[in-house]
């Protein structure tokens, strides 16, 4: 049972280097999410998708693109990497948001120097 | 807009101690709330929740009441094990009905000595 599954695990970046994290989701899920988890922050929406085609903006969503071309996957994009993205992303699926049940990968430790 | 209160820690208690973390939160109407858990090197994982006022949410001997009244959402065990260790999230409902994800709160460190 893959569940959600980030890749890569952990990256360090340079300044003004792109990159690009990947999520994978093998439970069906129409929603997706990325979020940011930063020392005394808690977690932060970047960016969400409703399904295959869209996304839209959250709480903290510049300097970051998103793309949602297959529903089983949700690409967050960096295009020029601040130390102040340094931080460990968490991207998160769910099938009907009315229950509140997110379902959470690992997370991916970002490092930018 | 919304916004969840909860303390920091970190918590640090002796095993089979009394827990409670409170949870406190500023939203428009009544969303349904949560408490999310995450272990050493894990994502967050569903606790327990609770979808209208008065209800209680329990899971794996944790427990917390909506009040509406008070807007909490507190988490209490009445013993807890080194196994609970973890951070402990308490998040409520966007109001987009939940399609714009969770807002949480900032995360409260858990720590119990054996």
């Not at chain 1, 569940?3 to 997706?32: I, W």
């Not at chain 2, 994502?43 to 009040?67: P, W």
Request: hydrophobic share 30%.
């Amino acid at each position: 049972n893959a569940g959600v599954t980030q890749t890569p695990k952990f990256r360090v970046l340079k300044t003004g280097q792109s990159m690009t994290l990947l999520c994978a989701q093998d439970m069906n899920h129409e929603y997706m999410y990325w979020y940011r988890q930063d020392p005394g922050m808690g977690l932060r929406l970047i960016h969400y998708s409703v399904g295959e085609g869209t996304t839209a903006k959250g709480e903290v969503p510049d300097g970051y693109n998103v793309s949602r071309l297959k529903k089983q996957n949700f690409l967050l994009g960096l295009e020029s990497a601040a130390p102040s993205q340094t931080s460990v992303y968490f991207c998160a699926s769910s099938q009907s948001p009315s229950t509140g049940e997110l379902f959470f990968g690992e997370g991916s430790r970002l490092t930018v120097l | 807009g919304n916004s969840v209160t909860q303390m920091e820690g970190p918590v640090t208690l002796s095993e089979e101690a009394f827990l409670t973390i409170n949870c406190t939160y500023t939203a428009t109407g009544y969303p349904s709330l949560f408490w999310y858990v995450q272990y050493p090197g894990e994502g967050l994982q569903l606790l327990l929740k609770a979808t209208k006022a008065d209800d209680k949410g329990s899971n794996k001997g944790f427990e917390a009441t909506y009040r509406k009244e008070t807007t909490s959402f507190h988490l209490e065990k009445g013993s807890v094990q080194v196994s609970d260790s973890a951070v402990y999230f308490c998040a409520l409902e966007n109001s987009g009905g939940g399609a714009d994800g969770l807002t949480f709160g900032k995360g409260t460190h858990l720590i119990i000595q054996p």
